[in-house]
């Protein structure tokens, strides 16, 4: 079983649309996560924690659930910018300087 | 704030040749830095973390003596690829944490090197 797993999608919306995205991870110790943005050919860029609370930025919006080790990311209003590969991320320690897992990512194509 | 820098964005190499990357935190202190290699359609794996002033700690199935970490100063740390071959071939990206913010896991990543062995 991978680490981090996320269907790869595509998936295909059109401009407006609310679309939600899921992720499992198998380490039932991980303690951050995170979600980033890559676009094509491009670095990660980080996109938003994930807290346990779940939170928002704008159209945005995170959770967590520990008990079944799943993250979503719901982004509302899609927008034709939102076009990327979205990678679930997790880093299995607490405190600083330790290792990120990422998953193969999920891509987005928002369309007119 | 936080920028990452890498040098070159793009080479294209003979087989047998080496290359070094080199990538710098440009406004920020960074004790660790790590290197990691992406495959067209699949997720970044993580090949070293570099650690300034001591080893580099190789992930599993990464050879140390093929890829050559230095981590010299708190704002630069190199990737060498020795005598690359074509399966080399890969986008390498480098991440960085800031010393002073070790209470957060973020890393901010370099713009990445693409590199081709031909």
């Known amino acids: 079983r991978k680490e981090v797993e996320q269907d790869p999608g595509p998936f295909n919306v059109p401009e407006g649309a609310t679309v939600a995205f899921n992720c499992t991870y198998s380490?039932?110790?991980?303690?951050?996560f995170f979600w980033y943005r890559q676009d094509c050919r491009k670095e990660p860029k980080l996109l938003m924690s994930?807290?346990?609370s779940g939170n928002e930025d704008g159209r945005f919006t995170a959770q967590l659930n520990r008990a079944s080790q799943y993250i979503s990311l719901l982004i509302r209003d899609s927008k034709l910018s939102d076009s990327a590969t979205y990678l679930c991320?997790?880093?299995?320690?607490?405190?600083?300087?330790?290792?990120?897992?990422f998953g193969t990512g999920t891509q987005l194509k928002v369309e007119l | 704030g936080a920028v990452v820098s890498q040098h070159p964005s793009r080479v294209i190499c003979k087989s047998g040749t080496s290359v070094k990357i080199e990538c710098r935190s440009l406004?920020?202190?960074?004790?660790?830095m790590f290197w990691y290699r992406q495959f067209p359609k699949q997720s970044l794996m993580l090949m070293a973390t570099?650690?300034?002033?001591?080893?580099?700690?190789?992930e599993q199935g990464v050879e140390k003596d093929k890829f050559l970490i230095n981590h010299a100063s708190l704002t630069l740390s190199t990737l060498t690829v020795t005598s690359a071959h074509p399966e080399d071939s890969s986008f390498y990206i480098c991440?960085?944490?800031?010393?002073?913010?070790?209470?957060?896991?973020?890393?901010?990543f370099g713009p990445g090197t693409r590199l081709t062995v031909l």
């Open positions: 991440s960085a944490r800031d010393r002073w913010k070790s209470s957060y896991n973020e890393q901010f």
């Open positions: 380490n039932s110790a991980s303690q951050s």
């Open positions: 994930v807290y346990s």
């Open positions: 991320v997790v880093n299995p320690l607490t405190g600083g300087g330790n290792k990120l897992t």
């Open positions: 406004d920020f202190q960074a004790t660790t």
């Open positions: 570099s650690n300034e002033g001591s080893k580099a700690t190789y």
